[in-house]
């Protein structure tokens, strides 16, 4: 059984970086794409950034394109989002995904 286990939230103020971390285990990490996504209050989830298994193709919102960064180290079985540039209308619990599979969401909180 995969499981999966974001980090990395936190406060920050506008203008400020955040690097999310997502470790898998229980599975062929390196076989799989996988995704970030986000939630805010009262808002569905919504899809932020994706990567190929082998970490040669991303995919972005337009919402943070050009301020986020999607990377993996399939040696660490771990993905990673890089957030620069944050913005109050990026708080929101993030979420990686693997497959079916959903990490428990780390909170991003960006307020001044």
């Known amino acids: 059984q995969v499981q999966l286990v974001e980090s990395g939230g936190g406060l920050v103020q506008p203008g400020g970086s955040l690097r999310l971390s997502c470790a898998a285990s229980?599975?062929?990490?390196?076989?799989?794409?996988m995704d970030w996504f986000r939630q805010a209050p009262g808002k569905e989830r919504e899809f932020v950034a994706a990567?190929?298994?082998?970490?040669?193709?991303?995919y972005y919102a337009d919402s943070v394109k050009g301020r986020f960064t999607i990377s993996r180290d399939n040696a660490k079985n771990t993905v990673y989002l890089q957030m620069n540039n944050l913005k109050p209308e990026d708080t929101a619990v993030y979420y990686c995904?693997?497959?079916?599979?959903w990490g428990q969401g780390t909170q991003v909180t960006v307020s001044s």
């Open positions: 995904r693997l497959g079916d599979v």
């Open positions: 229980g599975r062929t990490f390196s076989s799989y794409s």
């Open positions: 990567i190929n298994w082998g970490g040669s193709s991303t």
